[in-house]
């Protein structure tokens, strides 16, 4: 067996994420929390399915967070199939050499769905399959044998190696992410039946409003953009204390829209914290208008930090 000891993914409810920061960290960058999820884009990201659907915060174009992440001072690149597609085997077996390869050579990785539907930091390999830290790894069938990997339901494959290269200015950085922010609340991101932006919103409001709220979706996505919203703000910050004098009352302006979406979705989530379905359940719904109403609040403050962020980004050009 071959392992990169001290490897691990880091907590967080985005764990696309929380892999950039296991791996980053193993890779000894000093790069905050904050500063990876605003440079990266994500921490502005929302993608809201029409019945809340617990894929929203994962199905999603995130490869242009892949690509943000080299304006921070590390790179991502890897091997990305579907089941479908014909070289699907010839591409499982790259998947497998890259993380040998990388792994051998001190490189960390990082695949998606190793374990159950989400991102997985690759800790080792032996000759039968990949081992993972992740999301209730420790429950998982371990090593996953390289054959298998992709073989699901979902059948997308994508394995990434994480390597570090030079950052770019500070101010390029925060031009970038606020560009991300810009275009990805008009969908740009965003496949057929799911919603972003302030729109993403009022969708989830009216989904909490009429009862056809996923119950298990409505609680993870609560939590998992609460936790965006939270480092959105703690970004601004951050680039507010870096560009000093370039726009401070912009960026305290844009914080302050962006806190106030946070404390709504803080308020949703106790309203309706994240719960395990239980096993064999149909998938109970939700209904709940005072939440409906947070929500309606949340996409409010998210058009008001939209607008400051655009004035943002005129302002540091």
């Known amino acids: 067996m071959t392992r990169l000891d001290g490897l691990r993914e880091k907590p ?71 089941r479908s597609q014909d070289d699907f085997s010839a591409r499982q077996a790259i998947a497998w050499a890259l993380v040998r390869g990388c792994t051998d050579t001190g490189v960390p990785c990082y695949g998606w769905e190793l374990g159950m539907p989400e991102w997985y930091v690759i800790t080792g390999y032996d000759e039968g399959g990949y081992y993972f830290s992740g999301p209730a790894a420790d429950q998982a069938r371990q090593p996953l044998p390289w054959q298998e990997l992709a073989t699901g339901e979902i ?90 004098g370039r726009a401070d009352a912009l960026f305290e302006e844009a914080a302050t829209h962006y806190a106030a979406v946070a404390a709504a979705l803080t308020a949703v989530s106790k309203r309706l914290p994240f719960e395990l379905p239980t096993e064999g359940s149909e998938g109970p719904t939700a209904r709940d208008p005072e939440a409906a109403a947070l929500l309606r609040d ?20």
Do not use: M
Request: charged share 20%.
């Open 12 to 82: 967080a409810w985005i764990t696309h994420l929380g892999c950039h920061l296991g791996c980053i960290e193993y890779l000894g960058l000093e790069i905050s929390r904050a500063w990876v999820y605003g440079g990266t884009g994500h921490a502005f990201a929302i993608n809201i399915h029409q019945q809340l659907c617990p894929s929203g915060p994962t199905a999603w174009r995130t490869e242009i967070v892949d690509r943000l992440a080299s304006n921070l001072g590390y790179l991502v690149d890897g091997v990305r199939a579907h």
């Open 155 to 244: 059948g997308w494959l994508c394995v990434q190696c994480v390597l570090p290269c030079e950052h770019e200015p500070d101010d390029v950085i925060v031009a970038q992410a606020l560009e991300f922010a810009l275009d990805s609340a008009t969908g740009k991101f965003t496949d057929p039946n799911y919603t972003a932006g302030p729109a993403a919103f009022v969708l989830w409001a009216h989904a909490l409003d009429t009862g056809i709220a996923d119950r298990f979706g409505t609680g993870y996505n609560a939590a998992c953009w609460r936790e965006c919203r939270e480092q959105a703000v703690a970004f601004l910050e951050e680039a507010r204390e870096r560009l000093t």
């Open 298 to 317: 949340a996409g409010a403050a998210e058009e008001r930090g939209l607008d400051a962020l655009a004035r943002l980004r005129d302002a540091l050009a």
